[in-house]
């Protein structure tokens, strides 16, 4: 991997950065059905969980066009509606989360896929409940997980306004990135857990400030880098997800180039490939190769909007 970005680049104008998360929406709207959980999917608990992955960040990024405040009218309409759609038909209420409680018990899903509803308003009494009982167990905290999926675990506890079960930062020393590794080394893998430790620490770029100073002046220094070996790498997903991870810090750089280049790889229908190009297929199928990187692109482009018009780059 290279380390040497390109010469910096102005920011992005707001109005770039808003069409992209205009038409993801559009799209995740469009094609709202998709998310639904089959009767296969509910008669097998691992289907469950794969498809509730989804359901639950899809919810996130409602809250975060809510929150950030950069959503027009019609995008504003169209993610209420989306997100009461999410809460009544496909988790029936709660009801579902619930059912996946009861059944595996010490599973964190429920908690998580919950967080950003609870957040929003919607509640369930009998989740609440069940999850109050597991937590209170010497299971819940010792659970093995991942050192970045712990933090994503402590992040959904607190925005159910619940006292973090283990400590925040014992766990992000754990990550990868709480460790500041040799940049060089990133990976793919590597750099998922990157922006998902960014994305718990601001509880998903609320609070930049989540990020410690010594963490951000790393990402600081070598984030240009990276961002600029993923998009010439045509690899969308992971790129949007980096653009989340610049928005967040103190002096983000929207960098216009490489913004001019996701939204490029954006189709017209709004729908954002995960690398190179669309893919074909059953719909869906395709819907499931589409689904996360088209969240990313409206999750980068609320935020990205958001620290536009509210704060200076670097």
Known sequence: MTLTAASPAPPASPALLHQVGDRAL???????DFFRLTPEDRATGGATVERLKPIGELASNMQVLFREGVAGSRQRNRAGALLDFAWR????GGNVLAALQHDEPHSPVP???????H??????????AALAVCRRTGTWTALEMAPNRRLGVLNAERRLGLTPSTDFATALARTWLGQLPEPWTVQLHIAYDITHT???????????EGIPPDIAAYLTRYLPAWLD???????????????VVDACLPRPTLDARLWERYAAAQAESGA?????????????????????PTLVAAFASAMATSRALTTGTG
């Open 26 to 32: 559009g799209w995740l709207d469009a094609h709202r």
């Open 89 to 92: 038909e496909l988790l029936d």
């Open 111 to 117: 908690l998580e896929v919950y967080a950003p509803f």
């Open 119 to 128: 957040e929003l308003g919607r509640r369930h009494v009998g989740l609440e």
């Open 198 to 208: 960014v994305f718990h620490l601001t509880n998903w770029g609320e609070t930049p």
């Open 229 to 243: 070996d993923w998009a010439d790498l045509e690899h969308w997903d992971l790129l949007g997800e980096l653009l």
């Open 272 to 292: 954002m490939p995960i690398q190179h190009a669309l893919p074909e297929g059953a719909p869906d199928t395709v819907f499931d190769q589409l689904h996360h």
